[in-house]
């Protein structure tokens, strides 16, 4: 570890991050991507093992066995000879070879076993679809917090400000002490106002910082602002709902067991062989001896579980089949909602954009009434309290409307030009 690696580690860093760098971290390090990684390794490792079923096996065998006999058992026995032969060895030295040539049952299993690597690895990939969304959602907020903090910064400028206008009136006899202390008051509400935006902006970062998987001492740090405008560019429908896709996924393989459960009811067929040595000296007093030989097996009759087993099989494929067809549903309104709350929240940020402009107005105004002494500084508090309003509903709604997009991307499946 370099020094500098460990003072971060010690002391903790800021971490920058764009908008997309957020959404490709949160992709990729969000425990839930961990464990649905986990899963289709799982299931590859699955494949591999009803695949190596398929292969010709190969067993070595070896046997050095000391035997005795008494040869008067089998009908031998002379007078005189002793019918007991001491211990002498025998020795079985072979090689086997079997290879299925027909199991339907096997082709079958390795084609579900494909379809549930494919269902995993859909769902792995719907993981990081919503782990992306949320910590793009989070970055969002963030930058929300954000813009929200500079706003109120500007808000205590201009509270000072205030005061520097009342105590020059205050010095030409056209302002009072009561127009001091209301100018004293407005600065202490907007520091109030800044320091809770300080606050919602730490635990923002801090949430951030969860998502993308940083340390406890380590800070998320923004890299760009939250777009206060608008955006008009249209979203297109990239490619179909990852959702639906491992829906999808999930009908194929309910099939694919289905199919594996009816060919148990197939005969199967394999081919074995066997060579090897007999005898009580390798090479000597011995025999080679081999077979080879076709195994034909057939479950004729198994109690039911055969039975059953496609039973279930068949209620899985029709609950798939529902999931499907209710995912599809969910999608497709959800796409909608999308692009609704999309439409919504851009009307709303150019209302929110307007009044934010009436409120700047205001203020001025306000301000240069006060300084020509055609009134007390009560308007002036009152203009800065609206514009401060104004201008938080505006970040608001800029916030709200580029989750929305954002929103509408995860829905369409289009995370380009983030």
């Given at each position: 570890?370099t020094?500098?690696?460990?003072l971060m580690a010690?002391h903790?860093?800021?971490m920058?991050?764009?908008?997309a760098?957020a959404?490709e971290r949160?992709?990729?390090?969000?425990?839930?991507?961990?464990?649905?990684?986990?899963r289709?390794?799982?299931?590859?490792?699955?494949?591999?093992?009803?695949?190596?079923h398929?292969?010709?096996?190969?067993e070595l065998?070896?046997?050095?066995?000391?035997?005795?006999a008494?040869?008067a058992?089998?009908?031998?026995?002379?007078?005189?000879l002793?019918p007991?032969?001491?211990?002498?060895?025998?020795q079985d030295v072979?090689?086997?070879?079997?290879?299925?040539?027909?199991n339907?049952?096997?082709w079958?299993?390795?084609?579900?076993s494909?379809?549930?690597?494919?269902?995993?690895?859909?769902?792995?990939?719907?993981?990081r679809?919503v782990?992306?969304?949320?910590g793009?959602?989070a970055?969002?907020?963030?930058?929300?917090?954000?813009?929200l903090?500079?706003?109120?910064e500007e808000?205590?400028k201009?509270?000072?400000v205030?005061?520097?206008?009342?105590?020059?009136?205050r010095?030409a006899g056209?302002a009072?002490?009561l127009?001091?202390v209301?100018?004293q008051?407005q600065?202490?509400?907007?520091q109030?106002?800044?320091s809770?935006?300080?606050l919602a902006l730490?635990?923002a970062q801090?949430a951030l910082?969860?998502l993308?998987?940083l340390?406890?001492s380590?800070?998320?740090?923004?890299?760009?602002?939250?777009?206060?405008?608008?955006?008009t560019?249209l979203?297109?429908?990239?490619e179909e709902?990852?959702a639906?896709?491992?829906?999808?996924?999930?009908?194929?393989s309910?099939e694919?067991a289905?199919?594996?459960?009816?060919?148990d009811?197939l005969?199967?067929?394999?081919?074995?062989g066997?060579?090897?040595f007999?005898?009580?000296?390798l090479?000597?007093?011995g025999?080679?001896?081999?077979k080879?030989g076709?195994?034909?097996?057939?479950?004729?009759?198994?109690?039911?579980?055969?039975?059953?087993k496609?039973e279930?099989?068949?209620?899985?494929?029709?609950?798939a089949?529902i999931a499907e067809?209710?995912?599809?549903?969910?999608?497709n309104q959800?796409e909608?909602?999308?692009l609704v709350s999309?439409q919504?929240?851009?009307?709303?940020?150019r209302?929110a954009?307007a009044?934010?402009?009436?409120?700047?107005t205001?203020?001025?105004?306000a301000?240069?009434?006060f300084?020509?002494?055609?009134s007390?500084?009560?308007e002036v508090?009152?203009a800065?309290?609206?514009?401060s309003?104004?201008h938080a509903g505006?970040i608001?709604?800029?916030g709200?409307?580029q989750m929305?997009?954002?929103?509408?991307r995860?829905?369409?499946?289009?995370?380009?030009g983030l």
């Amino acid at each position: 570890m370099t020094v500098l690696a460990l003072l971060m580690a010690l002391h903790g860093a800021d971490m920058p991050f764009t908008l997309a760098q957020a959404v490709e971290r949160a992709r990729d390090s969000a425990t839930a991507n961990l464990s649905a990684g986990q899963r289709v390794a799982d299931d590859s490792l699955t494949r591999r093992e009803v695949f190596g079923h398929l292969l010709p096996k190969v067993e070595l065998s070896a046997t050095q066995l000391s035997q005795s006999a008494n040869i008067a058992t089998y009908g031998f026995s002379m007078p005189g000879l002793d019918p007991y032969v001491p211990f002498y060895s025998i020795q079985d030295v072979r090689a086997s070879v079997s290879v299925p040539l027909v199991n339907a049952a096997l082709w079958s299993r390795l084609r579900e076993s494909g379809s549930t690597l494919a269902q995993r690895g859909q769902e792995k990939e719907a993981a990081r679809s919503v782990a992306g969304l949320q910590g793009g959602l989070a970055w969002l907020e963030a930058a929300r917090a954000k813009a929200l903090v500079k706003d109120r910064e500007e808000t205590v400028k201009l509270a000072g400000v205030l005061i520097g206008f009342v105590e020059e009136q205050r010095k030409a006899g056209a302002a009072t002490r009561l127009d001091l202390v209301r100018a004293q008051a407005q600065e202490i509400q907007a520091q109030r106002a800044l320091s809770g935006a300080r606050l919602a902006l730490a635990k923002a970062q801090i949430a951030l910082g969860h998502l993308l998987g940083l340390l406890a001492s380590d800070r998320a740090a923004l890299v760009g602002d939250l777009a206060l405008e608008p955006t008009t560019a249209l979203i297109a429908t990239k490619e179909e709902p990852i959702a639906v896709r491992a829906a999808r996924a999930g009908r194929e393989s309910a099939e694919s067991a289905l199919r594996t459960a009816k060919a148990d009811e197939l005969p199967t067929l394999s081919a074995f062989g066997d060579y090897g040595f007999l005898g009580t000296h390798l090479e000597k007093d011995g025999l080679w001896t081999g077979k080879v030989g076709i195994q034909a097996s057939w479950d004729v009759f198994d109690g039911g579980s055969r039975q059953a087993k496609i039973e279930k099989a068949r209620v899985r494929g029709r609950l798939a089949e529902i999931a499907e067809r209710e995912t599809r549903l969910a999608a497709n309104q959800d796409e909608q909602d999308a692009l609704v709350s999309v439409q919504e929240s851009a009307e709303q940020l150019r209302q929110a954009m307007a009044a934010s402009s009436l409120a700047d107005t205001e203020l001025v105004l306000a301000q240069e009434k006060f300084k020509a002494g055609a009134s007390g500084n009560a308007e002036v508090v009152q203009a800065q309290g609206a514009r401060s309003q104004a201008h938080a509903g505006w970040i608001e709604a800029a916030g709200a409307h580029q989750m929305a997009i954002l929103r509408l991307r995860s829905a369409r499946g289009n995370w380009e030009g983030l």
